[in-house]
């Protein structure tokens, strides 16, 4: 129904920058928000940050001033430019997408994952 491929993940020096990218394809009749999170090790997943379909975002406090979300309608693609990068950012993430699929003639809105992209951060 909806496929979410993720690209830009990497190892970086603290300090250092990564760009993230998430691409949805399929049968689409419209996205919502979508949304980064991220899974640490022995930790729970947790929202990074998400952008509606008209712009607004927002953020967890510990990325707020460092990560800038953003998203492009017309690719389908939301990405996540991360700056100033710590070990603590270390993790997989996950894009999420909340969407409205065409499945025969019924339009049904449903929430999506992505197969995740690590990020570590490590001098």
């Known amino acids: 129904q909806v496929q979410l491929v993720e690209s830009g993940g990497g190892l970086v020096q603290p300090g250092g920058s990564l760009r993230l990218s998430c691409a949805a394809s399929?049968?689409?009749?419209?996205?919502?928000?979508m949304s980064w999170y991220r899974q640490a090790p022995g930790k729970q997943r947790e929202l990074v940050a998400a952008?509606?379909?008209?712009?607004?975002?927002n953020y967890t406090d510990s990325v707020k001033g460092r990560f800038t979300i953003s998203r492009d309608n017309a690719k389908n693609t939301v990405y996540l430019q991360m700056n100033s990068l710590k070990p603590e950012d270390t993790a997989v993430y996950y894009c999420?997408?909340?969407?409205?699929?065409?499945?025969?003639?019924?339009?049904?809105?449903?929430?999506?994952w992505g197969q995740g992209t690590q990020v570590t951060v490590s001098s």
């Open positions: 999420n997408a909340n969407a409205v699929v065409v499945i025969a003639v019924t339009l049904i809105r449903g929430d999506y």
């Open positions: 399929g049968s689409i009749f419209s996205i919502n928000a």
């Open positions: 952008i509606t379909s008209g712009g607004s975002t």
